[in-house]
């Protein structure tokens, strides 16, 4: 009897263990990224609007490329998301005042995706934003979103600035369909 039960006992830690370890392998990131432009001589201390035209998401090939489907996502969150001054090549993002991210999607709600309220001025090139908490899997599943940027310049700037928005989003789907 003592047997039977150290043996079920056995069987149920490894099937414990097992599981967390599939689990482990349904969790990727996904990495998407595009390009807007602020045009040179914007308006200061007045919100404009930059949108980028449809983004397709790629989501099934990398969901396939991570053994999944669509249907099998759990949650999809952002991690990260970066901006980067690509031209000029000496740009920073002391021009900023404030930036906010908008992510919508076909039959979806437009959010806000990511925001920074108040941007110091380091001379940096590269800006990392606060990031939404809000699961997302319903705008990534989606074949193509849209982002729209609402942003507000503290300086006049003499030249247009080309900035990618590099999203790392975090995945999590089920294991093997359970």
């Given at each position: ?127 990392f934003l606060e990031t939404s908490t809000e699961d997302l899997k319903n705008y990534i599943k989606s074949d193509k979103i849209t982002l729209r940027t609402e942003s507000v ?26």
């Amino acid at each position: 009897m003592n047997y039977i039960k150290l043996f079920l006992g056995l069987t149920l830690l490894t099937t414990f263990f097992c599981c967390d370890k599939l689990d482990e392998l349904t969790k990727f990131e996904m990495t998407l990224t595009e390009e807007v432009v602020i045009k040179s001589n914007t308006v200061i201390n007045l919100p404009f609007y930059v949108e980028t035209p449809d983004i397709t998401t790629n989501s099934e090939s990398t969901f396939e490329s991570n053994n999944t489907r669509k249907d099998l996502i759990e949650s999809i969150t952002l991690t990260d998301l970066e901006l980067k001054i690509t031209v000029p090549e000496t740009g920073n993002f002391n021009f900023l005042k404030s930036i906010k991210i908008y992510m919508s999607a076909e039959n979806e709600d437009e959010m806000v995706l990511a925001w920074l309220d108040e941007v110091v001025a380091n001379d940096a090139g590269i800006l990392f934003l606060e990031t939404s908490t809000e699961d997302l899997k319903n705008y990534i599943k989606s074949d193509k979103i849209t982002l729209r940027t609402e942003s507000v310049t503290d300086e006049l700037i003499t030249e247009d600035h080309h900035i990618d928005i590099k999203s790392t989003f975090f995945v999590d789907a089920k294991i093997l369909g359970l």
